[in-house]
């Protein structure tokens, strides 16, 4: 039998003849492709600005520290999120700090959030930054994180790596509900470059500096020199930045793969419609709809219920003997041995590791079929009932 990954990249002809046009053109790197693609993304997410970058990882990075993220700074994350949520910050000589998640959407909860800045603000110890996480897919509180923002005046970092064409009361994310949104195109996410990631801001100074910080912090723009020009091949090094680019060969893959993501995503939802139905009758908790969000199903998480025959690592161990690819999303940052010794303890964020005892991802992307889904379910309920 045939073995079903979690998540799998969905390329076609057309993305082999994007990728194979650009490589017969002039430019691999830095050439137009890149700048395609960054206004692609930007209007199908409703964006001002997109910069596309080498992996999401790089884009929390520099967009923190455009953030004026630093030492003595302090950034706030989900602990459901893979460790470069966090990450970011330590990058920058940050501390970082976790809001403990939502058990029904499993992203940041608001109500922890307003709890931990009141408290926050009586320590005088507001953050700078907050990231919450899109996680599976599914917007988190864009609107009431934002009216916290303007109220204690954080920033906020959408981490939506799993968010790409995802939307929130009927606006795209990455449309400006957060002062910056960050998309990733590994190849397990919605859309992919192999690897890559993007940027998305409405906010023009903030944009221009990713920009810069992308490339060595080094400028040609003359509205950015701080000096007369000398001639023709002048540069300036403004700032201290990194080489943090795409090229133009996974820009052209990811501008192919964007054409389709209104169907590619179409798929995803009418799988998990179908785990829906074919899952309901199990003991487990299947993932929330919320009804002013679309989520882009990067993942598909069952949670056991009490009443199920096995626990978490029997379901994966009979999931894995079955040829099937599942998966957990995420074991709780804060728990890592690199974040226990920042400080951080198992129990600081309850509701994260909660959820993390009782959860599996199981496959899902557009290719599959309703063989293979059937398949799962059948393997899940021989290991729950
Ligand atoms: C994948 C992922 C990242 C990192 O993306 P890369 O492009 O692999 O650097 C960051 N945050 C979350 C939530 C992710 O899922």
New binding site residues.
């Given amino acids: 039998m045939a073995f079903i990954p979690y998540s799998k990249q969905a390329i076609t002809q057309a993305d082999i003849d994007a990728v194979t046009d650009v490589l017969r053109s002039d430019f691999v790197t830095q050439g137009p492709a890149i700048t395609d693609f960054e206004t692609a993304f930007a209007k199908r997410h409703g964006a001002e600005h997109a910069i596309a970058l080498s992996?999401?990882?790089?884009a929390?990075h520099i967009a923190c520290l455009a953030m004026g993220v630093g030492p003595g700074s302090r950034v706030w994350t989900s602990p459901n999120?893979?460790a470069?949520?966090a990450n970011c910050a330590l990058y920058c000589g940050a501390s970082v700090d976790f809001v403990d998640i939502e058990p029904a959407t499993r992203n940041m909860s608001t109500s922890e959030l307003e709890a931990k800045l009141q408290r926050a603000q009586a320590e005088g110890a507001l953050p700078d930054v907050v990231i919450p996480?899109d996680f599976s897919g599914l917007p988190c509180d864009l609107a009431d994180i934002r009216a916290l923002a303007d109220r204690y005046g954080f920033k906020i970092l959408e981490?939506a790596?799993?968010a790409t064409g995802a939307s929130y009361q009927g606006e795209p994310v990455g449309s400006g509900q957060a002062h910056a949104t960050v998309f990733?195109?590994?190849a397990v996410?919605i859309v992919t470059t192999a690897?890559?990631?993007m940027v998305t801001t409405n906010d023009p100074e903030l944009a221009k500096n990713i920009a810069l910080l992308r490339s060595h912090g080094i400028s040609r723009d003359p509205d950015q020199l701080e000096r007369e020009s000398e001639g023709g091949w002048y540069y300036e090094q403004i700032d201290l930045g990194y080489n943090f680019r795409i090229t133009d060969v996974q820009a052209a893959l990811g501008l192919s793969q964007l054409k389709r993501i209104d169907t590619m995503q179409a798929e995803r939802i009418a799988r998990a419609d179908r785990y829906d139905k074919i899952l309901a009758e199990l003991p487990l908790k299947l993932p929330v709809r919320i009804a002013d969000r679309v989520s882009a199903w990067h993942l598909y998480v069952i949670e056991l219920a009490d009443s199920a025959r096995c626990d978490r690592a029997a379901l994966f161990a009979a999931l894995r003997e079955a040829e099937i690819g599942a998966n957990m999303h995420y074991i709780p940052i804060h728990t890592h041995p690199y974040y226990e010794r920042l400080g951080f303890k198992r129990g600081d964020f309850p509701a994260s590791v909660e959820y993390y005892e009782h959860a599996v991802t199981i496959p899902l992307f557009p290719a599959m079929t309703d063989a293979e889904q059937d398949r799962v379910a059948e393997v899940i309920r021989g290991a729950v009932l």
């Fill in positions: 992996n999401a990882t790089a929390l999120s893979f470069a949520s996480v981490d790596s799993h990733s195109f590994h996410k690897e890559g990631g």
